[in-house]
């Protein structure tokens, strides 16, 4: 019985092991990622000039005297912290709870997004989205330890990882200055097209703004969605609310994006932004 009791151990520490060495490898493989971001991210130089707006469809000025000033130094990096839910299927009943970290970098345009969302009581997967080098990536993991999904070199997964930097600079928006390789297209006196290149990729996006000059919706017809391995052209969209202030730089604080198949409405993301800070 002794030995058979000590064979039960042996084999149990052997297996702890083998699950810490997994899931450390999966937190290292996340945390080289930011410290490349980190690394190859290139300072942003000089100030604010409100004076290379000037020209902009009306919308769009405004939104950019509404969210900076003059002198304000330009972002060269941001780090979020966010907290919120996630939903995998339309048909999911409620939301499960999603915490994630995310960086970014302007020069070059990159960012890292890690988060765990819930799965079961006690049981999260890990996801890892990213844009490096004018290339998405995405891995998924059960409890940082089953592997549920590995994606990356695919140029519609690139595509649909830049489209996600431009929707998600206006939390950090000095990136969206006309200075920083941003086009910007007048649609009518609420909306105007966002237009950026990077990788060999070109990416679009309809701003849509209120009467004070915020951002308050995102609109792509056609972003790429990964359906059981196909990547399906589908109209999307992300909602912003909540304006909140740092170092004289106007974000929003709360978001929500979702699928618009034929189907109906498919929200599936949303999130409070609980910390912010910029480099």
């Known amino acids: 019985m002794a030995r058979i009791i000590f064979a039960i151990a042996v084999a149990a520490a052997v297996a702890a092991v083998a699950v810490f060495r997994r899931r450390s490898r999966w937190f290292k493989e996340v945390s080289a990622l930011v410290g490349q971001l ?4 290139a300072p942003v130089e000089g100030t604010v000039d409100l004076a290379e707006v000037e020209a902009l469809p009306e919308p769009v000025r405004r939104f950019f005297h509404h969210v900076l000033e003059d002198g304000l130094p330009m972002i060269s ?3 979020l912290v966010q907290k919120g839910g996630f939903r995998v299927r339309p048909d999911g009943k409620g939301w499960t709870a999603l915490y994630a970290r995310q960086a970014f970098s302007v020069v070059p345009r990159a960012f890292v997004w890690d988060a765990k969302i819930g799965a079961l009581p006690g049981v999260w997967v890990r996801v890892c989205d990213a844009y490096r080098k004018g290339g998405g990536a995405m ?3 059960l409890a940082a330890l089953v592997n549920l999904a590995d994606a990356r070199g695919d140029e519609r997964l690139d595509q649909a990882a830049l489209m996600r930097y431009l929707a998600e600079a206006v939390w950090f928006p000095t990136a969206l ?3 920083q390789g941003v086009r910007w297209e007048e649609i009518d006196d609420r909306r105007a097209k966002a237009t ?3 990788g060999g990729h070109t990416v679009s996006l309809e701003f849509a703004f209120n009467d ?3 951002v308050v919706s995102v609109y792509a017809p056609a972003r790429f969605r990964e359906i059981d391995g196909v990547y399906l052209p589908t109209p999307w969209e992300g909602r912003f609310s909540d304006y909140s ?3 004289g730089c106007r974000f929003p604080t709360e978001a929500k994006v979702a699928w618009l198949p034929p189907e109906g409405r498919f929200a ?5 932004i609980t910390e912010i800070r910029y480099r």
């Not at 980190?38 to 991210?41: C, F, P, R, S």
């Not at 599936?268 to 409070?272: D, L, M, P, R, V």
């Open 212 to 214: 004070i000059g915020e």
């Open 38 to 41: 980190i690394e190859e991210a």
């Open 268 to 272: 599936y993301w949303k999130a409070t």
């Open 196 to 198: 950026i290149t990077d």
């Open 245 to 247: 202030e740092l170092d």
């Open 139 to 141: 891995k998924a993991a």
């Open 177 to 179: 200055l006309p200075s």
């Open 77 to 79: 990096q941001a780090y």
